[in-house]
């Protein structure tokens, strides 16, 4: 790694003593260098949002938490609401949060529902859960029988 930077500096210091146009093409070249080396880096892993970590849903006798990032606990007893839904309605903005591809991780603003904590991925079904507080939560997996599952638990617990 020395070998490259002295060789780099070295460069530098013979292109300072001679015309403009070799320090321009210099500049030019290690720019392209750099983009062709740290674009796939930097924004590769963006592009496979399949390899994101997807939250899971841990149903236990009093609460149901949702892990991941913007996971929550949420008690059974502020749960006002429980739905499978077939859709998810329009999304209108992004207020915090992520959304890559089919993706969504955050506060987003939805048609029907108001502001919403979105934890899913854009494939059917989604377990719909509103709170006291207001808060409404919107929440899948990529395993639809999964998804139905938390489903069938969580209003098990809730009777």
């Keep these: 790694m020395k070998t490259y930077g002295s060789s780099l500096l070295l ?3 013979d292109n300072e003593n001679s015309s403009g146009k070799n320090s321009i093409k210099f500049l030019y070249v290690w720019t392209i260098v750099l983009i062709i ?4 880096i930097a924004v590769l892993p963006l592009l496979w949002p399949s390899h994101l970590p997807l939250a899971k849903a841990i149903v236990n006798d009093y609460s149901i938490t949702f892990t991941g990032s913007y996971g929550v606990t949420v008690p059974f007893e502020s749960i006002t609401r429980v ?6 309605p329009s999304i209108t903005s992004k207020i915090e949060g992520g959304a890559i591809a089919d993706f969504f991780r955050g506060y987003f603003r939805l048609n029907e529902f108001g502001v919403c904590r ?3 991925v854009k494939r059917p079904p989604y377990l719909y859960i509103e709170q006291t507080n207001g808060e409404k939560i919107i929440f899948n997996s990529r395993d639809s029988i999964y998804t139905k599952d938390v489903f069938a638990k969580l209003l098990e617990l809730l009777e």
């Design 11 to 13: 460069f530098i210091r």
């Design 83 to 88: 739905e499978l839904l077939q859709q998810v």
């Design 118 to 120: 979105l934890l899913l």
């Design 37 to 40: 080396i740290c674009f796939p």
